[in-house]
């Protein structure tokens, strides 16, 4: 059980890479004022600050699905594995986003939202 809770730490860390990303090495970066300083961004450091936005919004459905599978008595060891191939698919999003590959990434996306559903219905 304590690799599941482990993943979700994970997930939880994910969007705040995807931050780092947007802004290491970036000029003049006020962290007084980060979101004024993102919105001026362009090219990789906007679309890794939109994969940040993304990671944020993708979590409440995950922690949700992953909660609900754990309530119906879903296996563990499954439930690990389902969310390791999500987190997978995340990380290549990221990857995918920040690289500018934005019909891979929408692939990428919806297979992680199928994986969602199969998660949210991997209990008994």
């Known amino acids: 059980m304590h690799v ?26 006020d962290n007084n004022a980060p979101r004024e300083w993102l919105a001026r961004q362009e090219g990789w450091r906007a ?11 993708s979590l409440p459905f995950f922690y949700a699905a992953v909660l609900y599978a754990l309530h119906t008595h879903a296996d563990p060891r499954h439930l690990a594995v389902l969310m390791g191939a999500w987190l997978l698919t995340r990380v290549v999003y990221v990857a995918l986003y920040v690289g500018g590959y934005g019909t891979l990434r929408s692939l990428i996306w919806a297979t992680g939202l199928v994986l969602n559903v199969v998660i949210l219905f991997s209990g008994r």
């Open 47 to 57: 679309r890794a600050h939109a994969a940040q936005n993304n990671g944020f919004e």
């Open 4 to 29: 599941i809770a482990w993943l979700m730490v994970v997930a939880a860390v994910l969007p705040i890479v995807s931050a780092g990303l947007a802004k290491a090495g970036g000029k003049r970066f």
